[in-house]
């Protein structure tokens, strides 16, 4: 069973950086995408960024183009997001989601997800 376990959360100031990790097992992710999604209090879970485990192609939204980059480790089965120069509006647990072939930005399309890790930017 695919099980998808987050890590690398915490506090840090505004302008600051975290780097998240998505530690995959239980499956061959060869032909999987894998993406992140933030949730905030209150709102629906949003798209942040995907990206293809063969051939590495990356997805990201709007919102975080040229300050957030995901990367994968082949021999780690393991997915980052490197998180730069954040905002307090980045504050939010972060989820890693997995699913056949195709990223895609919506939630309902994820199969597996990862308990979540909390992100809090401080103005």
């Known amino acids: 069973q695919v099980q998808l376990v987050e890590s690398g959360g915490g506090l840090v100031q505004a302008g600051g950086s975290l780097r998240l990790s998505c530690a995959a097992s239980?499956?061959?992710?060869?032909?999987?995408?894998m993406a992140w999604f933030h949730q905030a209090p209150g709102k629906e879970r949003e798209f942040v960024a995907a990206?293809?485990?063969?051939?590495?192609?990356?997805y990201y939204a709007d919102s975080v183009k040229g300050r957030f980059t995901i990367s994968r480790d082949n021999a780690k089965n393991t997915v980052y997001l490197q998180m730069n120069s954040l905002k307090p509006e980045d504050t939010a647990v972060y989820y890693c989601?997995?699913?056949?072939?195709?990223?895609?930005?919506?939630?309902?399309?994820?199969?597996?997800w990862g308990q979540g890790t909390q992100v809090t930017v401080s103005s």
């Open positions: 989601a997995a699913r056949w072939w195709s990223h895609s930005d919506s939630a309902e399309q994820y199969l597996y």
């Open positions: 239980g499956g061959t992710f060869g032909n999987y995408a």
């Open positions: 990206i293809r485990w063969r051939g590495g192609n990356t």
